[in-house]
C-alpha cells in the first residue's frame, strides 16, 4: 500500500515540478523561452498562412478537439465499459479523472493568466487565457486516460494501437494550437505534461484505493 501511495504522489511530482517551473518561467517573462515561444508562433503561423488547405483541416481539428465532445465521448467509452465489460468502479474512476482533468486545467490557467499570443492577421482567435493549453491538456488526459481504462480489454496489438493513437492525438492537438497562433509551445508542452501527469498520478491511487480487492486491474 505505501508502495502504491509513493508511487502516486510520485507521478504528482513529476507533473507539478515541470508544470510550475514553465509557469514561473513564464510568469516572470524569462528572455530565452520568451523569444522561443515567439519566434515558433510567427514561424507557424506563416506557414499555415500560406496553405489554405492545412488552415481549413487545422480548424476541423480544432472543433473537434473542443474539449466537450473530448469528453462525451470518453463518456460513452466509459459507459461502454461499465455496462458490456461489468467494471463501473474502474469506469468511474475514468470519468471522474476526467471531469477533474478539464476542471483543474481551467483552474491552472486562472493562476497563471498567461495573456494569449497577438499574431498580426490572425488566423482564428480564441478566449481566456493561454497557459497551459485546454485542448492540448484535455487531449492528453483524456488519451491517457481511455488508453488505460481499456487496457485489460486490449490484446497486444490493441494495446501498441491505443498508445500510438493517443500519443498521434496529442500531437496533432499541440500542433494545431501552435499553427493556429492560439497557443505558444510552452503552452502546449505544459498541457500535455499535465494531462499524461494528472492521469497516471490518478490511475496509480486509483490501484490502491480498492480495485485489487474487487480484481478490476
Not at 9 to 15: D, E, I, K, L, R
Not at 68 to 81: D, H, N, Q, R
Not at 82 to 87: A, G, K
Not at 92 to 104: E, I, V, Y
Request: proline share 5%.
Amino acid at each position: 500500500m505505501l508502495h502504491r501511495l509513493l508511487k502516486a504522489a510520485g507521478y504528482a511530482v513529476t507533473t507539478a515540478v515541470p508544470v510550475a517551473a514553465l509557469a514561473y518561467l513564464v510568469r516572470s517573462r524569462w528572455e530565452p523561452i520568451l523569444h522561443f515561444d515567439e519566434s515558433m508562433i510567427r514561424a507557424a503561423t506563416d506557414i499555415t498562412r500560406e496553405r489554405p488547405g492545412l488552415t481549413q483541416a487545422l480548424l476541423v481539428w480544432e472543433q473537434m478537439l473542443q474539449p466537450i465532445w473530448v469528453y462525451i465521448a470518453g463518456t460513452l467509452v466509459c459507459v461502454w465499459v461499465w455496462r458490456q465489460h461489468r467494471l463501473p468502479i474502474r469506469a468511474l474512476w475514468a470519468f471522474l479523472t476526467m471531469m477533474a482533468s478539464w476542471n483543474l486545467a481551467l483552474d491552472v490557467k486562472y493562476l497563471v493568466q498567461r495573456a494569449r499570443p497577438v499574431v498580426e492577421d490572425a488566423i482564428t482567435h480564441a478566449p481566456g487565457y493561454s497557459f497551459p493549453s485546454g485542448h492540448a491538456a484535455n487531449a492528453a488526459a483524456a488519451s491517457t486516460i481511455l488508453v488505460v481504462l481499456c487496457w485489460p480489454l486490449l490484446g497486444r496489438r490493441g494495446r501498441i494501437a491505443a498508445v500510438v493513437g493517443a500519443g498521434v492525438v496529442m500531437v496533432v492537438t499541440a500542433l494545431d494550437r501552435v499553427f493556429l497562433g492560439v497557443h505558444y509551445p510552452s503552452d502546449v508542452t505544459a498541457g500535455i505534461i499535465f494531462g499524461v501527469g494528472l492521469a497516471l498520478a490518478s490511475y496509480a491511487g486509483y490501484r490502491d484505493w480498492g480495485p485489487n480487492k474487487l480484481k478490476e486491474q
